[in-house]
């Protein structure tokens, strides 16, 4: 065990990137320096000890551990549980079933055989890589496969090759579409990564609801009330009580997270609806997968998540080093921009998640009910916790 | 004349996508029933007069009659004057020096030559609707250009070739990006097209902010106070008077128009920024030309606007037949679900516009004013207003 756990200090788990706003609630939660190698070595064991190849394992652990790096605590090895649980009912095969289904030049329509989300999504986004790399523009579509993690993962992965990535996917139906009562959409997130000259790359990565349902739980475990942009109650009208959201929608009695801008048309929350509809029609209809209520659509049964993929070669418009330079500069115009009041400083897209996962490079802060909950996964798969 | 000239009846203005909310201005605004072939006649006759070419001159005046038809007056033949102005001054070069910089079987580059948005667009994005059904996929950065009228026409070009149609702009900086005091980013629209077997397809157009410049000026006219997440005062901070939005904004006294989301981000109002910076990067960074407050960033000198079009070919991936038939289903289950307390309908994105395009495929509502002021324009230039 490496002697950092033992360096407990409280942090606060809204501090990602939704969150600088001042009415948080207060944190007192305590939280452990974990060795970020020690972590790997653990998450890759479990998921080996259930089948998962050495490969796929790794993959998929790093993809959770650059998501608490990052300081998104709610997409982090805090999940493990609910990916070795898939596995274990056979929501989730070890077995990464990868198949190209169709393939063109520049697109590549895939089949996740109900594998784990991760290594699926690494598969395919390297494949866009490769292809945007030969042809400028590649796309992938991916059915049948599980939740993949941080979708701003694979969007990065193409800034060493000087393109422009985008990942998108669709979940769980957790969001209600304008003016009705169910959740009928997935909280359907959009990541696009871009390169600069800078210090850190340009990385957009939102759900395109409000807020996700992470937040809601933390809310909830503090008392604090939600604002009114946040959920709809049974009915489908604006609630601020996190409890009952989370209550209703998961027994599916109605209600759910609203789509960006809220509920009604009045403060924009039929943009967000749209922006969800989108990622719908680039991953589950494009792909010919499950869309909207369909998506883990029966209990124990396959998730049916589906993937949307794509990169841009900047050179096939103009020079990556001109293109870096003028994002930089973009970057460099809105820090030095005078703000608003009672505000010192502004962010831009994944600028907080870079600094944090600087700071976060060899160990990671990661909360004891956590480290707690994995420690037991791993008992119960015979996989020591020395990390 | 047309005899429909004097069927004069009352209409809403606010009438288009962001407007059934019930807290709308009642507006007793008297409105015209024009002749869409007279119009189209009308406007083409203008914009010839000032030395644009008939088939330029043309795609201009469909553009604009479109927006009418379906119901986005804001974006119509009201905008009249900023063009013929813009040529006047000098801003927009009459002669489309369209040029393309760089080409490959994917892509391209283009220059606007400063002229019309409009035929520029066009133009643009019919390349790419050419080479997506030869090559699956294709993308066009446009630079030097001007303001290209609704971004949904470019993106609904692609439906008729079972394509998906992308289009995105940006424009005047009157968004303040989230913490900042000045407005820094265009209204930036993104406009998806998808086609269905149903009755209409998907058509998504929507600004990156929560509302467009045109929507404060109608509640302005009002005396209507706005909700707080659609616009900050010169201090940054969020407003409900209208008036001071407008007026701050243009002096350039700070405050503007807010994301997506609203003020700060505990109402996602950074996602909205996030969204306007994607548009931003793929349109001015991407193309080597203007961007942010650079954009119109000098009075009586070229705009600089940049566009992004992109077009998928469906088949690619699935049988079009068969992304057809699912999308229509997934707005059937849409149309078909349980509605909100207090709603009895919902809408998916298009839909509203399309069935006022319907009403008005040979007669458009214009606002009398509207008449008046496009007449006037007319007389200027010689041309009669015979429609």
Request: charged fraction near 20%; aromatic fraction near 6%.
């Amino acid at each position: 065990m490496d002697g950092d756990r033992f360096e407990t200090r409280p942090t606060n788990p809204m501090n990602s990137t939704n969150s600088t706003n001042s009415t948080n609630p207060t944190n007192s939660m305590n939280s452990t320096k974990v060795s970020v190698q020690g972590l790997a070595r653990f998450v890759t064991a479990c998921f080996t000890s259930l089948g998962v190849s050495e490969e796929d394992a790794r993959i998929t652990a790093d993809v959770l551990i650059e998501a608490d790096r990052r300081g998104i605590a709610s997409h982090g090895v805090a999940r493990l549980k609910r990916y070795t649980d898939g596995i274990a009912t056979g929501v989730i095969l070890p077995e990464t079933r990868y198949k190209v289904l169709r393939e063109t030049a520049n697109t590549l329509l895939v089949t996740g055989g109900n594998g784990l989300g991760q290594p699926v999504s690494h598969r395919a986004m390297r494949s866009v890589i490769d292809k945007a790399k030969e042809k400028d523009v590649a796309l992938a579509a991916v059915r049948d496969s599980n939740h993949y993690g941080i979708a701003g993962y694979y969007a990065m992965m193409a800034l060493t090759d000087g393109l422009i990535g985008l990942s998108a996917s669709n979940a769980f139906p957790l969001v209600v579409p304008t003016f009705s009562k169910d959740a009928l959409l997935g909280t359907n997130p959009i990541a696009v990564a871009a390169p600069t000259s800078g210090a850190m790359p340009f990385v957009l990565d939102m759900a395109t609801s409000t807020v996700t349902r992470g937040k809601l739980e933390e809310y909830n475990r503090h008392g604090m009330p939600i604002p009114p942009v946040w959920g709809t109650d049974a009915h489908g009208s604006p609630t601020t009580d996190a409890a009952a959201v989370l209550k209703d929608v998961v027994a599916r009695r109605g209600g759910g997270l609203l789509p960006l801008g809220g509920a009604g048309e009045e403060t924009g929350g039929h943009k967000g609806f749209g922006l969800a509809m989108l990622v719908e029609i680039l991953t589950g209809i494009l792909s010919g997968g499950a869309f909207g209520p369909h998506v883990y659509g029966r209990p124990n049964a396959p998730a049916n998540v589906c993937h949307f993929f794509a990169a841009i070669r900047i050179e096939a418009f103009i020079p990556l080093d001109e293109f870096t330079a003028a994002l930089a500069a973009f970057v460099e115009l809105l820090h030095g921009s005078e703000k608003a009041k009672g505000y010192d400083r502004s962010y831009v897209h994944g600028e907080k998640e870079f600094q944090r996962a600087k700071e976060q490079q060899e160990h990671v802060q990661i909360a004891d009910k956590v480290v707690s909950e994995i420690e037991r996964i791993g008992k119960g798969l015979g996989v020591t916790a020395d990390f």
